[in-house]
């Protein structure tokens, strides 16, 4: 074992854990993710199976490009205000914020409303989530040392994506207790509010200015800095042919992702029955949501290792050639068993290369324009997912029995393979023969 793997074992999740700011911050993005992921599968409940609704793929590409597409234009403005104000408050302000539309949205479902009016209230809350993600994700480098970002990102990630899924076994649950109606749906979305609630008490706690940022590079008049904040962080990435190349990776992920997701929701609503234990419908996208979740942990505890075993450019090629095989081999049988299996695996390969574009964004972004860049990232992560799914919904049979779709899902990651080659020999170009990439290892 290497000095540096020492060095690196000993910064285990306790060690991290015995940091106040870390704590706090972990603390609050726990919250916060219990709440989202209550709040989107008790949505998710009331439109796509509630019994007193229909949905076909055309009403649920619109819902996602409703409640994904509008914050993809105004996202880099996001990461203006991150880079100008204290992240402390944008998080609590946010978070309450949030809470009140979260209430709105409920009320929409019970009183029997869809289409605009209901997405516009779902749009807010998604909308300033990415506040709360992007300003936790910028604030990160403020409460750890540098060199741990991979270790640091890694546990709070995963554990942000795991309680995540908890809060949606908990909608599921709720929703079994209160209803599968309009009724039950609202009251079980209106439970969100508890853990945005408690995120923003939490994140209240920061003294004033501990997350950052440290410099504001920006003019005096808010307009203008806000109008600025798309170019800047384009500009920002565009500097940084590391934080390109991961793009590169994460967004044919994230747009396999949304074809594969489309597939899911119809296989579940239309297509899929029970087997054994197993269980279709809502109860198949909770077990879907285990197993995502279970490869959120898997990637949680293996990337620093592969990281640090293999560097970030072979372990981010790997998981990018591992999920296009998931995609083939487990994705289309499209049977019960294979499509919560290749959940797993395209879940886990996605969080660890989301796992590498954060570190690298973090690492090799000045903390002055980060929150720019990380909502540039967040906006065209959107823009892949909603453009996948929208062209999925115009092509995939009701019952989303499509494997063309599942061949074209796992082409888009060698694509993404592709693409990440291309931006990581310009680095070498633009760096020498021999460069250092955000793993600690030579570029090979």
């Excluded at 990776?249 to 296989?267: C, E």
């Amino acid at each position: 074992m290497t000095a540096l793997a020492v060095e690196k074992h000993h910064w285990g999740s306790r060690r991290f854990l015995g940091i106040p700011e870390y704590r706090r911050l972990l603390a609050t993005r726990l919250a916060s993710q219990w709440g989202d992921g209550l709040f989107q599968a008790g949505l998710a409940g009331a439109v796509l199976f509630n019994p007193e609704r229909q949905a076909d793929p055309v009403a649920i590409a619109a819902g996602f490009a409703v409640l994904l597409l509008p914050y993809s234009l105004i996202g880099p403005f996001t990461g203006a205000l991150l880079d100008r104000w204290d992240r402390k408050k944008v998080i609590v302000v946010a978070n309450v914020t949030r809470a009140v539309f979260v209430l709105l949205t409920a009320a929409a479902v019970g009183a029997g409303l869809s289409g605009l009016p209901l997405y516009v209230s779902a749009l807010i809350v998604m909308g300033i989530a990415r506040f709360v993600g992007a300003g936790l994700s910028a604030s990160l480098p403020h409460v750890v040392p540098e060199d741990h970002l991979v270790e640091a990102n890694a546990l709070a990630t995963t554990a942000g994506a795991i309680m995540a899924v908890v809060g949606a076994a908990c909608a599921i649950g709720f929703r079994t207790l209160l209803g599968a109606g309009d009724g039950g749906s609202a009251w079980t979305t209106t439970i969100a509010v508890v853990g945005l609630l408690l995120s923003a008490f939490i994140a209240s706690r920061f003294k004033a200015g501990v997350l950052g940022p440290d410099e504001v590079d920006e003019p005096h008049n808010a307009i203008t800095a806000v109008a600025r904040g798309l170019l800047d962080g384009a500009k920002a990435a565009w500097r940084t042919p590391s934080v390109i190349a991961a793009l590169a990776a994460v967004l044919a992920h994230r747009a396999a992702f949304g074809i594969s997701l489309m597939i899911t929701l119809l296989l579940m609503r239309y297509s899929l029955e029970d087997v054994g234990i197993l269980k279709a419908g809502i109860g198949g996208l909770g077990e879907v949501a285990v197993a995502g979740g279970a490869g959120v942990l898997l990637a949680g505890i293996l990337t620093d290792r592969v990281v640090d075993r293999f560097g970030t450019t072979r372990t981010i090629c790997g998981a990018l050639i591992l999920a296009a095989a998931a995609q083939i081999g487990l994705g289309l049988p499209m049977t019960l068993p294979s499509i919560l299996a290749a959940s797993f695996v395209i879940i886990f390969t996605g969080q660890i290369v989301k796992l590498c574009v954060d570190t690298a964004v973090q690492h090799d972004i000045g903390d002055e324009v980060r929150g720019r860049v990380f909502s540039l990232y967040d906006t065209l992560f959107n823009i892949a997912q909603v453009t996948a799914v929208s062209v999925t919904a115009t092509v995939v049979p009701l019952d989303g029995r499509a494997p063309g779709l599942i061949i074209a899902a796992a082409g888009l990651y060698l694509v993404g393979l592709a693409g990440y080659l291309l931006a990581r020999k310009r680095q070498v170009q633009h760096a020498g023969l021999v460069s250092e990439d955000d793993g600690g290892h030579p570029i090979r």
